[in-house]
Antibody, heavy 119, light 107 residues
Framework: QVQLVQSGAEVKEPGASVKISCKAS????????MHWVRQAPEQGPEWLGM????????NYRQKFQGRVTMTRDTSTGTVYMELSGLRSEDTAIYYC????????????WGQGTQVTVSS | IVLTQSPGTLSLSPGERATLSCRAS???????LVWYQQKPGQAPRLLIY???TRATDIPDRFIAGGSGTDFTLTISGLEPEDFAMYYC?????????FGQGTKLEIK
């Protein structure tokens, strides 16, 4: 069965970086785009960007350009999202979610990773 | 494109019908409007894609439609498990955006 298993919760100080992993299994890893979506407390989801596991191509939301890096490791079926220059507003649950291109929707999500930015 | 959902909160009883609205600030391309359901402590779950197509295993009491800038999700005969948050989502201008959500709560 399809699984997206994310790494555990993180607590970071302002200005630090965080790197979250998402390990995929149960489907053809290179056939699906992997997106990252975050959700701050009591807010709607926010899309950060995506990586295509086939070739490593990326597309980042303009708001996060220069602060976010998404990569993949095809040998382990894992994608990574690194966010730098953390501030309190980055406190949120971060989800990976897959998309079969060009469907433009996310049909399966990881369980989420809580990132807390606090001094 | 900004998605505005209404109402913010909808209080209904099991068995009733819920109507949720999602309005876009510009026309949604190719009717790529999507609906998700989210329960506390869980990730969003895909309900509807392409504005009106139910995802796998979604019951037929969930009916969605609309085009252009106005979209609706109707849930007929509410079941206890339907009380949750609902979000719409679209793709446009090289970005994916979500609405702020409608909370469907038990009256």
């Amino acid at each position: 069965q399809v699984q997206l298993v994310q790494s555990g919760a993180e607590v970071k100080e302002p200005g630090a970086s965080v790197k979250i992993s998402c390990k995929a299994s149960g489907y053809m890893f290179t056939a699906y785009h992997m997106h990252w979506v975050r959700q701050a407390p009591e807010q709607g989801p926010e899309w950060l960007g995506m990586v295509h596991p086939f070739n490593g191509g990326t597309n980042y939301r303009q708001k996060f350009q220069g602060r976010v890096t998404m990569t993949r490791d095809t040998s382990t079926g894992t994608v990574y999202m690194e966010l730098s220059g953390l501030r309190s507003e980055d406190t949120a649950i971060y989800y990976c979610a897959r998309e079969l291109p060009p469907s433009l929707y996310f049909d399966f999500w990881g369980q989420g990773t809580q990132v807390t930015v606090s001094s | 494109i900004v998605l505005t959902q209404s109402p913010g909160t909808l209080s209904l009883s099991p068995g009733e019908r819920a109507t949720l609205s999602c309005r876009a600030s510009q026309s949604v391309s190719g009717n790529s409007l999507v609906w998700y359901q989210q329960k506390p402590g869980q990730a969003p779950r895909l309900l509807i894609y392409g504005a009106s197509t139910r995802a796998t295993d979604i019951p037929d009491r969930f009916i969605a439609g609309g085009s252009g800038t106005d979209f609706t999700l109707t849930i007929s005969g509410l079941e206890p498990e339907d009380f949750a948050m609902y979000y719409c989502q679209q793709y446009g201008g090289s970005e994916y955006t979500f609405g702020q959500g409608t909370k469907l709560e038990i009256k």
